[in-house]
């Protein structure tokens, strides 16, 4: 599931975080350094779970459930946010919570914010903001900055536009919840957790720790316990909300918790390698989830053959899971077996029912290393069925253009390369494809239109 622009290394080591929104990654080979160096992870399971999450909640709050994209920020300090239908939250945040309980906590309480109409005007300016604008901002628009030298021009880019677009401002602004917006937040997130039948403990432990956590000097400042004040009264008002509901008892079922559990140790095992995955698993060994680390690890490590086996036992345990398919297939690209590869990611498209996009573009990427016209042909199908459930998906593009390249169609390689430095905020070399692809196009067609638009494109806050 880690997608990154093709190339030898790519192809042999794809690995977990896709690079969605900058331009091209500095390749460093190693899973950890990447890591690093991704401000945006993409994992169809991950983004599948945390919208499960949130789907309830917003229903319960009237806000929109469909089409929330989920948008997982690769820092290890505590963060969510929602601007618009984005849920921006960090990996650190998922790391931290021991059960689905706690972070469907922060998100009732982020909903409890948007219902009452808190920081409305920064919500209207995030809502239209790009996504790798937002980042930087949540991550603080100086250290993007600071980050720009030795990352990828994409990156700097955004990090620059946010300093000279507003972004500093909105980042002040960002940590000015009030005092009685965090009680109106804290009311009606346990007024949602109540209308699902969930209990506010999982809350009540998260903003309690980071209160606690308050006393240690020198720990790292979680940005989400700056931007909502944790007055000691209001974890006392909060903790008479939550032991009020007739559902504080009520515990997450084992099958989310489960899923929560694989989604832990897959973001350990990714990001913080073999100690941190083993650490997790220690705790119940014999568990799926520890069994599905087991297997991550192996394949990350490079023991292809024990992945592979460990794979299939999970597969054997749970036929529906489109992730363990996934897994596969990874396992079988990375070990070159391509046509194998196509096979599990094709399986893992059709169990999949949030239908994420990046499991088309990894099935499509399996068909284009087998090579064949037909095998291209059909991988251009699936890259642009994945485009369309995730238009974003900047590295999704590179290989879409690779596969037209493959089959001599260059005006709409020309068109996707287009695409994919205009969703990497690139647009002076969008507009450069846009052009070059309409010079072999029929004026007028859909491409021809599609590439108008970006010559068209002006960001906003800078004049063409
Ligand atoms: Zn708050």
Do not use: C
Not at 177 to 200: P, V, W
Not at 254 to 270: F, G, N, S, T, V
Not at 288 to 311: I, V
Not at 395 to 412: D, K, S
């Amino acid at each position: 599931m880690f997608s990154r622009p093709k190339s030898t290394i790519a192809r042999a080591a794809r690995a977990f975080a896709t690079l969605s929104l900058a331009a091209t990654v500095a390749v460093t080979g190693t899973i950890s350094a990447l890591a690093q160096n991704v401000p945006v992870v993409r994992d169809a399971e991950i983004e599948a779970l945390v919208r499960d999450y949130a789907r309830p909640i917003f229903r319960a709050a009237g806000l929109p459930e469909d089409g929330v994209d989920i948008v997982l920020v690769n820092d290890q300090s505590f963060n969510a946010f929602v601007a618009g239908s984005r849920l921006f939250i960090n990996t650190g945040a998922l790391m931290s919570a021991e059960t689905p309980n706690e972070i469907i906590g922060v998100i009732a309480h982020e909903a409890g914010h948007i219902a009452g109409g808190h920081q409305q005007k920064l919500r209207n300016q995030l809502e239209r903001a790009k996504t790798m604008a937002i980042i930087a901002t949540l991550l603080g628009a100086g250290a993007i900055v600071a980050g720009a030298t030795t990352k990828s021009r994409g990156l700097a880019g955004a990090g620059m536009g946010v300093a000279a677009g507003g972004g500093e401002m909105a980042q002040r602004s960002i940590l000015a919840y009030q005092r009685t917006e965090e009680m109106t937040a804290d009311r009606s997130a346990i007024t949602y957790l109540n209308a699902t039948g969930q209990s506010g403990l999982g809350m009540l432990k998260t903003f309690g720790r980071f209160q606690s956590a308050l006393s240690l000097s020198g720990a790292q400042v979680d940005p989400y316990r700056i931007s909502h004040p944790l007055p000691r009264e209001r974890i006392a008002n909060l903790e008479v909300l939550v032991k009020q509901s007739p559902y504080v008892d009520k515990v997450d079922t084992p099958a989310l918790q489960q899923r929560h559990d694989m989604m832990r140790i897959k973001i350990a095992a990714y990001m913080g390698g073999k100690a941190a995955a083993s650490r997790l698993m220690r705790k119940n060994p014999a568990s799926l989830a520890s069994q599905y680390g087991d297997a991550q690890t192996s394949y990350l490590f490079g023991d292809l053959a024990g992945a592979l086996a460990k794979t299939n036992a999970l597969i054997k345990a749970q036929p529906k899971n489109p992730y363990f398919q996934e897994l596969r297939g990874d396992i079988l690209m990375k070990a070159n077996r391509p046509k194998a590869a196509a096979e599990a990611y094709a399986k893992a498209v059709s169990l999949d029912p949030a239908r994420s996009g990046l499991l088309s573009v990894s099935y499509g990427q399996a068909l284009m290393a087998i090579g064949t016209p037909e095998s291209l042909e059909k991988a251009v199908v699936q890259i642009n069925k994945g485009l369309g459930r995730d238009r974003e998906n900047a590295v999704g593009y590179r290989h879409l253009a690779q596969a037209y390249g493959e089959l001599g169609n260059i005006p709409a390689a020309d068109l996707a390369t287009a695409e994919g430095h205009f969703y990497s905020g690139a647009y002076k070399d969008a507009k450069i494809f846009a052009m070059r692809a309409q010079m072999k196009m029929k004026r007028g067609e859909p491409g021809w239109i599609r590439a108008q638009d970006i010559i068209n494109y002006a960001p906003s806050g800078k004049k063409k």
